[in-house]
């Protein structure tokens, strides 16, 4: 007798909303080579193409095994032309070509540099790079005019390029709750972004600040932002006011930005005490967004992420439910109503989607 040992064929389901998709999967190069060829797209101003390219990505992140050749591409979704011919590449070499020459590139190096500092998108990055500037001692140098926001996100770049740690992120919403909480009693501070996801690193820290009783947020950010600066522990801060109201058109077709009053952060995060001489501190990203307490579940699942799971979560929404989902609410388009969640789980039940837990929300 002969044993044949088949592996199961791949199924996955067009939307990233209705898939299960962990943060550690088995086809790493796979992917890095596809989010790379993404990236380089929007360092072009091509959207549509980086997001094909993402998509491709998030379909192979979601697999449950190896992929063991092209033959099993064929059933599977958001796979294009030019992924496909890319995923044979690396399935075949071991590399792709056409990435590692993008990898190479002086544009993709110089646009990776300027987008990762604070404050800088794309079309800023662009103008840079288009005028010469390759470095951040070039910005320096040209006497590049910068905003307020940049001119922090240059001095602090080294430190703002070492990822924050789960027990750093934890620390920093412990320390926030013990603010808010002495000047809100039952003030809540909820841990989102990457790291509800699971994730061990970020680039930031994501904090949502609620009350149980609707309104008494109101009113709290103020006064915690003026207590970190007393503390000394604040480096950078702007705010935004809240901008939302219920008359306004429900909109998901925005970007990610929602109307929360939220402060965006440069914090001094305080280190365990070492050796002479070593300094006792590091700058670190601290989002804070204030959430009343009936938009807290919506406000989690947007604020959770990934980027191209709520990119997925919206666009099934409008095109498969006729629905409106934002970081504010779920709109019903066809009966005019909104639909109120007291539960994350509440928000895809109303979608018709099977809950997704935030670990397996890594698309
Ligand atoms: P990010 O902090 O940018 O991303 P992340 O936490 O997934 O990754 P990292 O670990 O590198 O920090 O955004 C977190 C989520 O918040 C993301 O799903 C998008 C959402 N978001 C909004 O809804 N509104 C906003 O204005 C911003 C800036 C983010
Ligand atoms: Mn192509
Ligand atoms: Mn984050
Ligand atoms: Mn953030």
Redesign the pocket.
Known sequence: HVTVTVEPSLQVAPYACQRRTPLDHPNPALVMALETLAEAALFAGEEARGLAFTRAASVLRCLPRALQGTHELSGLPCIGGHSHRVLQEVLEDGVCAEVEAVKQSERYQTMKLFTQIFGVGVRTADCWYREGLRSLGDLQSHGTRLTRQQQAGVECFEDLAV??GRAEAEGLACLVLDAAARLLPSASVTL??????G?P??????LLLSHPEEGREVGLLGPLVAWLEEQGLLLYQHSQHSSYTTTAEPSSSC????R?E?C?TILRLVLPATGTGVRAWRAV?L?L?VVPHSQLPF?LL??????H??RELRRFARHEREMVLN?HGLYNMRQGTFLPASSEEEIFQHLGLDYIPPTLRNA
């Open positions: 990822p924050v989102a972004g990457g790291f509800r996801r994730k690193h970020g680039h930031d820290v994501d970007g990610p930005l929602d929360f939220r965006f990203r989002d967004v406000a947007g604020w959770t992420g990934s980027r799971f709520e970081s």
